[in-house]
């Protein structure tokens, strides 16, 4: 079992940053890749980033690429996701979610993850 808690977000102009962090416990950090996932009011949700279990592997939605960064950090047992240039469309709330392995094998579905964690929302304003 993996426990997943999640931090973060809040309200952000648009332009602006703001960075998630999940907390992850009950298993060997390592042992499992994570991911961030967003839903938006009336919407399906959708895949937003991942990490292998390593840190050595990552994929992004096109949505996102060259303004979201995700990142482990072993010592901690946290993920984060760091957002840069914000969008009012990336108004949602964000889930983080944790596979039962380690590798990613391009897991973008929501059925690839079997933990999840509460949610945090993010709004941003125009």
């Known amino acids: 079992q993996v426990q997943l808690v999640e931090s973060g977000g809040g309200l952000v102009q648009a332009g602006g940053s703001a960075r998630l962090s999940c907390v992850a416990s009950?298993?060997?950090?390592?042992?499992?890749?994570m991911g961030w996932f967003r839903q938006a009011p009336a919407k399906e949700r959708e895949f937003v980033a991942a990490i292998s279990g390593s840190g050595g592997s990552t994929v992004y939605a096109d949505s996102v690429k060259g303004r979201f960064t995700i990142s482990r950090d072993s010592a901690k047992n946290t993920v984060n996701l760091q957002m840069n240039s914000l969008k009012p469309e990336d108004t949602a709330v964000y889930y983080c979610?944790?596979?039962?392995?380690?590798?990613?094998?391009?897991?973008?579905?929501?059925?690839?993850?079997?933990?999840w964690g509460q949610g945090t929302p993010v709004t941003v304003s125009s």
């Open positions: 009950g298993r060997t950090f390592s042992t499992y890749a």
């Open positions: 979610a944790a596979r039962e392995v380690a590798y990613l094998s391009r897991a973008v579905q929501v059925y690839d993850y079997k933990y």
